[in-house]
């Protein structure tokens, strides 16, 4: 069973870990053996590392994201 860590805003509730946890599961198609710490760095949102893989889902990622598509769009003109 591969181990998994779970890193997750503060008071997130405990139905998302859940959540969060069966989906990981489901779109790899294995049990996962996590390990979840709460993370005061994050405003909202998750980490998840498994398997040397990063899944970033944070908050602040989604903001930079949209951040960046928003100067890609005023430069475009």
């Known amino acids: 069973m591969k181990k998994a860590l779970l890193k997750a805003a503060p008071k997130t509730a405990p139905e998302t870990i859940e959540k969060i946890k069966a989906r990981f599961s489901q779109y790899l198609n294995e049990e996962l053996e996590w390990s979840v710490e709460e993370d005061a760095s994050l405003i909202g949102g998750f980490l998840a590392y498994i398997d040397g893989t990063v899944y970033d889902c944070t ?5 930079e994201e949209i951040k960046q598509a928003l100067y890609d769009a005023v430069g475009r003109n």
């Not at 908050?59 to 903001?63: D, E, G, H």
């Open 59 to 63: 908050v602040a990622t989604k903001l």
